[in-house]
Structures are given as structure tokens and as C-alpha cells.
């Protein structure tokens, strides 16, 4: 072996005890949420997913209109490119707001119940504490029926 596969094998080993010895002894649960049930299931979220629906329909008429206008190839291309990097940029947005609505709710909950990671129901194979209908709680406002459904 030369030298440089020596420091990446020594690299990987001091990262791999670092996380290990950061990890022993931590007593945080681990929740999950099932992100595809409160897309389902949330009218707040399903409102901005209409939103997206709506705009892309815009978009579209607005291109149909575009190319009955008799406009050349060149400039409806250029309509074309606008179009999908506005829907692009407009679908971003949206889900980042969704993203952070859901990430704020779990965090407060992951507080309130002193649990340390909240990761995604798809990430986690099992063993989790599932808290995703008390953020679809705290997320479409009935807070306080959700944690009472949900206190042991």
C-alpha cells in the first residue's frame, strides 16, 4: 500500500470512531415522519400542491396562446425556456415552504417530547417513534386533539 491509501484508510477510521464515540451513550429517540401521509392528508399541503397545479396550467394556456400568435421557432423556443424555468423556480419555492411548515412542526414536537433526530418515515427501517400526525396536527391547526390522541 503507498502512502496516500494509508492517510485515507487512517481518515476513514478516525471518522468512523469519531462517530461512534459521539454516538455511545446518547440517549435521544429518534421519530420519524411519513412525509407521504401528510401530503395526503393536509389540506394547508395539499392547498400549495393546488397552487402548483394552478400555475402550471397558467403557464401552459399561456404558451398555447404563445404559439397561435405565429411567433417563429426561435422566439417560442426562448418562451419555451422562460416558461420552464419559471415553473421550475415556482415549484421550488413551493416545496421549500412545505419543507420548512413541516421541519418547524416536527421541531417543535421533537422538543416537547425530547427526542433528538426527526428523519423521514422512508429513511428509517424501524424502531422509531412515528409523530407524523401531530405535525398533520400542528400543521392544519388542531394541535391540542392530536397530543391528547397521542399522550400514553
Avoid: W
Amino acid at each position: 500500500m503507498n502512502k496516500a491509501s494509508l492517510k485515507k484508510l487512517a481518515c476513514i477510521g478516525m471518522i468512523a470512531f469519531a462517530a461512534v464515540i459521539t454516538g455511545c451513550g446518547s440517549e435521544h429517540k429518534v421519530a420519524v415522519v411519513d412525509y407521504q401521509k401528510l401530503e395526503d392528508q393536509s389540506p394547508k399541503i395539499k392547498a400549495i400542491q393546488q397552487e402548483i397545479t394552478d400555475k402550471d396550467k397558467e403557464i401552459s394556456n399561456r404558451l398555447a396562446e404563445d404559439s397561435k400568435k405565429g411567433l417563429s421557432d426561435e422566439e417560442m423556443q426562448k418562451k419555451v425556456q422562460s416558461a420552464q424555468q419559471e415553473r421550475m423556480i415556482f415549484i421550488q419555492s413551493k416545496q421549500k415552504q412545505i419543507e420548512s411548515m413541516i421541519q418547524s412542526q416536527a421541531g417543535i414536537i421533537a422538543k416537547e417530547k425530547n427526542i433528538g433526530i426527526v428523519m423521514n418515515k422512508m429513511s428509517v427501517p424501524a424502531g422509531a417513534v412515528d409523530i407524523t400526525d401531530e405535525v398533520l396536527a400542528k400543521i392544519d391547526g388542531g394541535a391540542s386533539k392530536a397530543a391528547s390522541s397521542q399522550s400514553k
